[in-house]
């Protein structure tokens, strides 16, 4: 899964002179340091500073996981019904060339079969297709504790929420610190400059159009312990540059565009903001726990009204016995039409829907889970390409089997 060649490395370039990365990264390198060296100057000191890599150390050359994921999915409007089975395979390896040197790679094969029964000729319509992409292809370089630099495609839902972007892979360069002030707390702090593209790592830029970019920069902390897990991050992104087929595409998902000629629309708002994520665990006894997720971003090119998304999420589960846990949850989100990208966000967050989803799941041991979810959404202002959905979905997935 290549750069793209040289148009590539020119975009990733072109990419870190806005973002102003070296001030940015000041800061968060401040604030992660400030914390780390509270109470305890010497031992921080020990944690933080940079040692020979180890050649001699043991290290387990190749590592990873895989996953198989089998779903159906129906989803009815008042003029259209959508209904098929969607089958994935995902794989995760981690090869270490030295202690210090990482070699990541994600790939992901995924292909749905269906059909679409539309009300205006009532006829049905084929819908299959099969997609490869790439979550994570990167050079990872180690140092510090636990804090990497990181080269190549990078998936950027380990750093922002499904609100922003889903889990994609942008070809990027970023740098990740972490940091530990005591036993049970963790401060970390992360800057990217990155290039957005589709699943099959293209631009969709013509020739005309400059290459676009997508830059953030974040700090985060929480609290780990046996009983409680706690982390929240607050991070601010801005796109750039962004082709008329993401704009005209986004427009048809809820985006505010104005057309352009009779096949292209550009965005009517810049997008650029902050983005903020918070969630959490509590262990009540050891059968039982609650855990919950709440997101929320804001562009802050967008007026009013037009800007804003969030979402909420509460479980629970319970297990039954050694071998099946449950877990129901509940959760609810509105995004507002000009918060998020539509082309890079969530097929289930898309921009101008308020709505809410609520199901079960059942593992069994760390072997399978089976889920079922239902919910509702409907567009926020009237929109010809956005009508009021009903959904349903079963899923049966295997956990993540290592090797």
Not at 267 to 296: D, P, T
Request: charged share 15%; hydrophobic share 35%.
């Amino acid at each position: 899964m290549a750069f793209q060649g040289h148009r590539s490395f020119t975009a990733i370039q072109a990419a870190i002179r806005p973002l102003r990365v070296s001030k940015i990264l000041l800061l968060a390198l401040s604030l992660t340091a400030t914390t780390a060296s509270a109470d305890g100057l010497n031992s921080s000191k020990q944690r933080l500073q940079i040692s020979p890599p180890n050649d001699s150390s043991p290290v387990k050359n190749l590592e990873g996981s895989w996953k198989l994921t089998l779903s159906a999915h129906d989803t009815r409007d008042d003029l259209n019904q959508t209904s098929g089975v969607v089958y994935s395979g995902d794989l995760n390896l981690r090869y270490h060339l030295t202690p210090w040197l990482l070699l990541n790679g994600a790939p992901s094969l995924k292909g749905k079969s269906g059909h679409v029964q539309t009300e205006s000729d009532a006829s049905l319509t084929g819908a299959e297709s099969a997609t490869f992409q790439v979550r994570n292809a990167s050079a990872d370089f180690m140092f510090l504790q636990n804090s990497r630099l990181q080269l190549g495609i990078a998936n950027q839902g380990e750093v922002h929420t499904p609100l922003l972007i889903s889990e994609k892979g942008f070809p990027a360069i970023r740098l990740q610190l972490r940091a530990q002030e005591e036993e049970f707390v963790q401060w970390s702090s992360f800057a990217q400059a990155a290039v957005p593209t589709s699943s099959s790592l293209t631009t969709n830029s013509r020739e005309f159009e400059p290459t676009p970019s997508f830059n953030s920069v974040g700090v985060g902390g929480g609290v780990l312990s046996s009983q409680v897990e706690w982390r929240s991050q607050l991070a601010a992104f801005e796109y750039k540059n962004l082709p008329t087929t993401v704009s005209s595409a986004s427009g048809l998902l809820g985006n505010s565009v104005q057309i352009t000629n009779s096949t292209d629309s550009q965005f009517v708002y810049a997008c650029r903001g902050i983005e903020a994520q918070s969630k959490g665990m509590a262990r009540l006894n050891h059968r039982w726990q609650l855990n919950f997720e709440l997101s929320a971003l804001q562009n802050t090119s967008a007026p009013k009204g037009l800007n804003t998304g969030v979402f909420g999420q509460l479980a629970t589960s319970y297990q039954l016995n050694s071998r099946f846990t449950l877990k129901p949850f509940v959760e609810s989100f509105r995004i507002e039409p000009d918060a998020s990208v539509a082309y890079y966000s969530s097929n289930q967050l898309q921009p101008n829907t308020v709505g809410y989803r609520g199901g079960i799941s059942a593992r069994y041991q760390n072997i399978f889970s089976i889920a079922g979810s239902g919910g509702e959404r409907a567009p926020i202002f009237l929109s010809p390409s956005q009508l009021r959905e009903r959904f349903i979905d079963i899923t049966l997935e295997t956990l993540d089997a290592k090797f």
